[in-house]
T-cell receptor, first 112, second 114 residues
Framework: SQQGEEDPQALSIQEGENATMNCSYK?????LQWYRQNSGRGLVHLILIRSNEREKHSGRLRVTLDTSKKSSSLLITASRAADTASYFC????????????FGSGTRLLVRP | SQTIHQWPATLVQPVGSPLSLECTVEGTSNPNLYWYRQAAGRGLQLLFY??????ISSEVPQNLSASRPQDRQFILSSKKLLLSDSGFYLC?????????????FGSGTRLTVV
């Protein structure tokens, strides 16, 4: 079963614009993570936010977490063509400390 | 530095044929190792994970199996492939629980069963 669900499924923006992707989940979590996947490649870990954190920054990335709404958002500022990829949120499964549950992802296209 | 190698990159196999995908990690000891499968346009499904040599946990019942013959080697196998086994297979490792550390993924194997 999927814990995280990203929204929108696909997003197309112009280079330089900001991109916002959302993730909703169903059960309580310890941490939430965001990953990026370039086409046909493995996933790359972007950022981890703990359940007691509300916001975290890493370069042009800003992640927020609202545990009361069971949602998170990933903001990419000043997007570049190289940001074109799929973005996934992942949450820990409460029944296993060795499993992360991934959503189906947001496909981001940044047009030059 | 730690690196993860996964091969082959692509594979086309007939239905009923065997499968062996290999993953190795360099630069670390006693990693936790994982096999995930990604269907087209979908999220990832955990297939197996291992916290040590010979220790394999299966998440999804299916005709796949996994083995860890060495500390940094993880193998995904099947005796007879099904059409439904097609997908993108990803190996990953962590130094501890992924909730705290996050995964480092290999580059993946695209398997097409025909």
């Amino acid at each position: 079963s999927q814990q995280g669900e990203e929204d929108p499924q696909a997003l197309s923006i112009q280079e330089g614009e900001n991109a916002t992707m959302n993730c909703s989940y169903k059960t309580s979590i310890n941490n939430l993570q965001w990953y990026r996947q370039n086409s046909g490649r493995g996933l790359v870990h972007l950022i981890l936010i703990r359940s007691n954190e509300r916001e975290k920054h890493s370069g042009r990335l800003r992640v927020t977490l609202d545990t009361s709404k069971k949602s998170s958002s990933l903001l990419i500022t000043a997007s570049r063509a190289a940001d074109t990829a799929s973005y996934f949120c992942a949450t820990d499964g409460m029944d296993s400390s060795y499993k992360l549950i991934f959503g189906s992802g947001t496909r981001l296209l940044v047009r030059p | 530095s730690q690196t993860i190698h996964q091969w082959p990159a692509t594979l086309v196999q007939p239905v009923g044929s065997p499968l062996s995908l290999e993953c190795t990690v360099e630069g670390t000891s006693n990693p936790n190792l994982y096999w995930y499968r990604q269907a087209a346009g979908r999220g990832l499904q955990l297939l197996f994970y291992s916290v040590g040599i010979g220790q394999i946990s299966s998440e999804v019942p299916q005709n796949l199996s996994a083995s860890r013959p060495q500390d940094r080697q993880f193998i995904l196998s099947s005796k007879k492939l099904l059409l439904s086994d097609s997908g993108f297979y990803l190996c990953a490792w962590t130094t501890g629980p992924p909730r705290a550390y996050g995964y480092t993924f290999g580059s993946g194997t695209r398997l097409t069963v025909v």
